[in-house]
């Protein structure tokens, strides 16, 4: 029994760094912009067929998958921040509503180019270690190190260099940091590429996982916002832990013999966690990140 | 906040502007008349529209999801539609009362659009008057249903959902062995493959069809002697299967029997993971396929419930097989090799069965003498000896068992009363 | 359902200083109205003779087109398409009186839609009683969203309606003992309307478009009526709306209430029309293309989102490109209709005919407000 209970906590926390990635994405671009990307799924789908088209072969050449998917990701939102999202900062509710438009577009456009089946991607490492009876397949362990890596750099980032000051000055009042000198527009920009560059590295983690298929962030997505909100929208340490929250409680649930109830539960709770307290679990960009 | 912004006041202007737009979708409508079907890949589609027996054609309705969700299984299952229609009319077609009809496909496609089915069904029952119809995937067959049975049109069913309705329908026909008859053929023959087993775990989806077939199973299961120690049903959306398996691994099941194969994506993912977690050694899959092109791992046997009742690979596979084959691929229009190819196994039978039928009944256009001859066939096709009675067919289950990613490893043909036939090994 | 505290006074077309009762706070709101929209009738409403034009017109090619022999399935669409319009009018409302975009409406289409398969197949109720029992579990169900909206607003608002979707989609799909879970419920008898049968989908035609026309009326009268008023009031200003002692949870619930009945009456026919219901027709996804339908066609508009809805339903069956291509297609138009073209297609042709009517000098052109004005209050001279 104990050894379920390890291998389940292994399960957790590899689950968690998918949602963590998602719900940190959203939870940026959302305290910078106000915007809700419901296409960030699908940018994490592209991210997934990058890797495809890179590394369908797996092994070494992964690192070259990810690389590739990082940064296409990353132009590809750059591209879209110009084009369509900044027209829409003035009155956030259009941001949602295009990005519904482009999740379409994505979707589809996956799915007529790549078909809609499943496309095959061999694992980075085929290994499984095992460790106090606990099995954990490397491809796992890439995804919760890269995770943790990335999550710290970005606290670091965010907290101590003066581009992630000036960002979040950006997020507590976009009229001062402006009148102070700080380059909104661009640093936008370059938040909106940070998003894309993890959800490249979430979609090739994602293809680690499972066969990459047209659906698959859309999938990820809900979820994705769901625990951004529960760990306050902006705050990337409040992300993380509302993703540990969720994959634990689903991996209870799934425990119990309740996965059907798994949506009803999760999301329910979230409902009244948010009726309670609206702002979630975290205090918000400006404060904690 | 909603910024102010300036509007305007609603004038009699939209009404001009309502009725230009109804004039064009006026014209639109009876320009394209009763064909318009969306996109339909080459081979025999609609011809006339004139109703179901006219001239030398008898009109045979397809409602195809050539787009959207189900788009991969529709595409497949509409290749095997054409590839029976091509077979009836190459060997003969059909003679009613010393006139030769050929068959032709009458394509709907829905586009896996739940608004669109309801209109497919009308369009080929109601407007075009076709008396048998096939088609319909997943959610959509009730839908179906609904509209070919108060206008006594045949409607052959491969679905679960309208499997179990089978005893409120005068009409249907299900082309699949009922549930009960499948699991315990499936059951039987995965005992004769692994004589050592002892328990199952059970994986399945929260869809229609693994919740009836869990029913199903734990009552052939519990009459071949084996026990359920665990099961578990995952959500639509779920990806990761890891904590659905350690879960079960804690009940140490013998093997896994997995359901999910619905989802072709949900298939691989959850072999790849319990490759890793070595649930169990020996995963069983009630509706996939052994195919070379799946993740597999060393050390876990796959085993799998296949192509209906046809042989499909091997020196054992038979001419007919081959034959459907060469027409699925000859006709053009879809990739090659096409992995849900085995899918239309279950319809492709159909139509020559309906073309003897309709010869026996010496009708086209009754569906009562029509179903009554159905029902008094025996046929020998691609999924061995078929037999139909109340609308309910039944023939043979093929298994097949793979290691290490080796298929054609062994497979057997498993019988409704309950033999069993190794159909041989090749390397 | 409105209570007679929310409708104080009478709601006639012309409202005069009298009937609104007397206070400055109301008259305090038209102001504030006017100044941001000057020389024209705040809020978007149309007058009467448009509205009653507008219907009249739908009633004639509706009818015009289903007498003229198309082909069975398009009626079939047709069916969708008013199914679609009650749903999506309900919406509008929300969206634009209320600020409210709400993505759980799918859910309570599937509220209505289960609670008539259940009360059919079970207890062979008649039309009208389930179309009652219907609006009453919608509408709670809907009420009770108005304890989401009281407390977050804007992008929250969305996501937990996001999450509530997915919430009704799980109920739906585990409740095995009422549901039947993912296997569905099939309704096979025709429904009995004061004992007569109506089975065709010709008269499910002429029974979802009455419905529809009754829906659009009401509509109006909300949008005019004091629940309408204060409705814009706190999209506008929630403060301000409070300040002036507007109960937000009791206008919200209300919006909520009513326009959550509407979506399960559609339920209702949608049930009948396809036979057939099951979690997977009421997904989140479901609720995306009912917003897809408002925007499309406009939320401002009395027939926007049934124009809306037309497009959606019937250009699939008319466009000859691969159907992924096409779906890639409307989400372009859509993201172009959004960024370039917000009050939908028909604020955009509104707009553009405007252009050409008021070169010519035809058509009404709005007034500068005077006294007249000011005492008809909310309404143009």
């Known amino acids: ?289 | 906040m909603k910024a102010a912004s300036v509007r305007r006041t609603l004038t009699r202007r939209p009404v001009a502007l309502f009725a230009v737009l109804a004039t064009l979708a006026l014209a639109a409508c009876s320009s394209s008349g009763g064909s318009s079907s969306g996109a339909s890949s080459g081979g025999a589609s609609g011809g006339s529209s004139a109703g179901a027996a006219s001239g030398k054609t008898i009109e045979i309705g397809m409602d195809a999801e050539q787009g959207g969700a189900l788009a991969s299984f529709g595409l497949s299952f509409l290749q095997a539609a054409k590839a029976g229609v091509a077979y009836v009319n190459k060997t003969g077609g059909v003679t009613i009362n010393g006139t030769k009809y050929n068959l032709a496909l009458d394509i709907c496609n829905d586009n896996s659009d739940q608004t669109q089915v309801a209109a497919c069904a009308t369009k080929l029952v109601v407007t075009n008057q076709d008396k048998f119809i096939f088609g319909g995937l997943a959610d959509f067959g009730p839908i179906l249903r609904g509209i070919t049975e108060p206008n006594h049109a045949i409607y052959f069913s491969t679905g679960s959902a309208v499997a179990a309705l089978m005893s409120s329908s005068h009409y249907v026909v299900n082309t699949v062995p009922s549930l009960a008859a499948r699991s315990l053929m499936s059951v039987r023959g995965f005992k004769k493959a692994f004589p050592n087993a002892k328990t199952v775990a059970l994986l399945g989806e929260q869809d229609a069809t693994d919740q009836a077939a869990f029913a199903a199973l734990q009552t052939a299961f519990k009459q071949e002697g084996l026990t359920v120690v665990g099961t578990q049903i995952a959500p639509l959306d779920a990806t990761d299967y890891s904590s659905f398996l350690t879960a079960l691994k804690a009940k140490h099941p013998d093997v896994i029997w997995n359901e999910l194969a619905a989802a072709v994506n949900s298939e691989p993912a959850m072999l790849g993971q319990n490759g890793s977690l070595h649930a169990a050694t020996v995963v069983f899959n009630n509706s996939g396929s052994c195919q070379a092109s799946y993740p597999h791992t060393p050390g876990i046997t796959y085993m799998a419930e296949t192509n209906a009742g046809a042989i499909t690979a091997g020196p054992n596979e038979t001419a007919q097989t081959k034959d459907y084959e060469a027409t699925y691929y000859g006709l053009g229009g879809i990739k090659n090799p096409d992995p849900n190819i085995s899918a239309g196994l279950y319809i492709y039978d159909f139509f020559p069965i309906l073309a003897q039928a309709m010869e026996k009944a010496g009708t086209a256009t009754d569906a009562t003498k029509v179903l009554a001859a159905i029902n008094s066939l025996s046929y020998k096709g691609v999924d061995g000896t078929i037999t139909i009675q109340n609308n309910q067919s039944t023939y043979g289950q093929v298994l097949c068992t793979m290691t290490d990613g080796n298929t054609g490893n062994s497979q057997f043909e498993v019988f409704p009363d309950g033999t069993t036939t190794s159909i041989g090994t090749s390397s | 359902m409105p209570t007679g505290n929310l409708r104080r006074g009478n709601t006639s077309v012309a409202p005069t200083a009298r009937s609104r009762g007397a206070g400055p706070a109301p008259a305090l709101l038209t102001n504030l109205d006017r100044l941001r929209r000057p020389g024209l009738a705040p809020a978007g409403e149309a007058s009467w003779g448009a509205t009653i034009a507008g219907l009249v017109a739908l009633t004639v090619v509706a009818v015009v087109f289903a007498a003229s022999g198309v082909p069975a399935q398009y009626i079939t669409l047709g069916v969708t398409v008013f199914i679609y319009a009650i749903l999506a009018s309900a919406i509008a409302l929300l969206y634009h009186d209320g600020g409210l975009l709400s993505v759980a409406h799918g859910g309570l289409w599937g509220v209505g839609a289960y609670a008539t398969a259940v009360l059919v197949t079970k207890y062979n109720w008649p039309l009208v009683p389930v179309i009652l029992a219907a609006a009453v579990a919608a509408g709670i169900v809907g009420m009770s969203l108005a304890s989401i909206s009281t407390r977050v607003a804007g992008s929250y608002f969305i996501i937990i309606l996001f999450a509530v979707s997915e919430v009704i989609y799980g109920v739906m799909i585990n409740w095995n003992a009422v549901t039947n879970g993912a296997e569905g419920i099939v309704l096979a008898t025709p429904a009995s309307l004061f004992g007569y049968q109506i089975s065709s989908t010709m008269q499910w035609y002429y029974v979802t478009l009455i419905t529809l026309l009754i829906v659009l009326l009401l509509l109006q009268v909300i949008k005019r009526s004091r629940l309408g008023q204060h409705l814009r009031a706190i999209r506008d200003s929630r403060p301000l709306a409070l300040s002036v002692g507007i109960s937000v949870a009791r206008v919200h619930m209300a919006s909520f209430a009513i326009t959550g009945a509407m979506a399960g009456i559609a339920g209702v026919y949608w049930a009948y029309l396809e036979k057939y219901v099951v979690p997977s027709q009421f997904s989140a996804t479901a609720s995306i293309s009912f917003v897809v339908v408002v925007l499309l066609g406009g939320s401002a508009y009395l027939l926007g989102p049934l124009l809306g809805a037309v497009v959606v339903i019937f250009l699939p069956s008319l466009l000859h490109l691969s159907p992924l291509l096409a779906n890639a297609l409307i989400g372009v138009i859509f993201i172009a209709v959004i960024l370039l073209f917000p009050e939908g297609v028909v604020g955009l042709v509104t707009r553009s005919l405007g252009f050409l009517t008021a070169r010519t000098g035809i058509g009404r052109w709005p007034k500068p407000p005077g006294k007249k004005a000011a005492d008809e209050g909310l309404r143009e001279a």
Request: proline fraction near 3%.
């Open chain 1, 1 to 289: 029994m104990n050894e379920q209970l390890l291998q389940q906590g292994f399960n957790v926390l590899s689950s968690a760094s998918i949602y963590a990635l998602v719900a940190i994405g959203l939870s940026v671009i959302f305290g910078l912009s106000g915007i809700i990307n419901i296409a960030y799924g699908d940018f994490m789908t592209l991210g997934a067929y990058v890797v495809f088209v890179v590394a369908p072969g797996g092994a070494i050449a992964f690192v070259w998958g990810f690389a590739a998917s990082a940064v296409a990701v990353a132009v590809l939102s750059i591209a879209v921040e110009r084009a369509l999202f900044r027209f829409t900062i003035i009155r956030p509710v259009n941001g949602f509503l295009v990005s519904l438009g482009l999740s379409q577009i994505i979707e589809n456009g996956v799915a007529w180019h790549f078909g809609q089946d499943s496309v095959t991607v061999a694992p980075a490492d085929s290994a499984n270690w095992t460790l106090g009876g606990v099995v954990m397949s490397a491809d796992r362990v890439i995804i919760i190190l890269g995770t943790i890596a990335l999550v710290v750099g970005l606290i670091l980032f965010l907290d101590r260099t003066q581009t992630g000051t000036a960002i979040r000055a950006i997020a507590a009042d976009r009229e001062a940091a402006a009148l102070m000198g700080i380059p909104v527009t661009r640093l936008v920009t370059g938040v909106f590429a940070l998003g894309g560059l993890i959800a490249g590295l979430g979609g090739g983690f994602v293809a680690l996982l499972q066969p990459p298929y047209p659906l698959l962030g859309a999938e990820l997505v809900l979820k994705g916002f769901v625990v951004a909100l529960v760990g306050g929208l902006g705050s990337v340490r409040g992300a993380v832990i509302g993703a540990v929250l969720l994959a634990f409680i689903e991996t209870v649930l799934v425990t119990a013999g309740l996965a059907g109830w798994l949506d009803v539960i999760e999301f329910g709770a979230v409902i009244l966690l948010l009726i309670i307290r609206p702002q979630g679990l975290a205090r918000g960009l400006a404060h904690s990140m």
